[in-house]
């Protein structure tokens, strides 16, 4: 048998719920670090980053890793 650790998942967790956590956890800027697109550095917005992520699935994979690490962090003691 495997032993694996227990991977977080995204099972049931919209991308609004990411983003609006992102944003309030490491905020806008550290969110335009780790994905650098335009809907994070110019003006970002809730709205404005979900229409981009929903019409961009490498830069949606990207925040979606991120939201994971940032899960993975914050459980740990």
């Known amino acids: 048998m495997e032993t694996a650790k227990?991977?977080?998942s995204l099972d049931g967790i919209t991308l609004e719920t990411i983003v609006t956590q992102l944003s309030e956890q490491i905020g806008w800027e550290a969110m335009a670090a780790a994905v650098p697109v335009r809907c994070f550095t110019?003006?970002?917005s809730i709205k404005s980053s979900l229409?981009?992520?929903r019409?961009?699935?490498w830069a949606r994979a990207k925040v979606?890793?991120?939201y994971l690490r940032?899960?993975?962090r914050s459980a740990q003691p």
Do not use: S, Y
Request: proline share 17%; net charge positive.
């Open 6 to 8: 227990k991977k977080p």
């Open 51 to 53: 229409k981009f992520l």
């Open 64 to 66: 979606e890793e991120l």
């Open 55 to 57: 019409r961009t699935p």
């Open 70 to 72: 940032q899960v993975r």
């Open 42 to 44: 110019h003006d970002p």
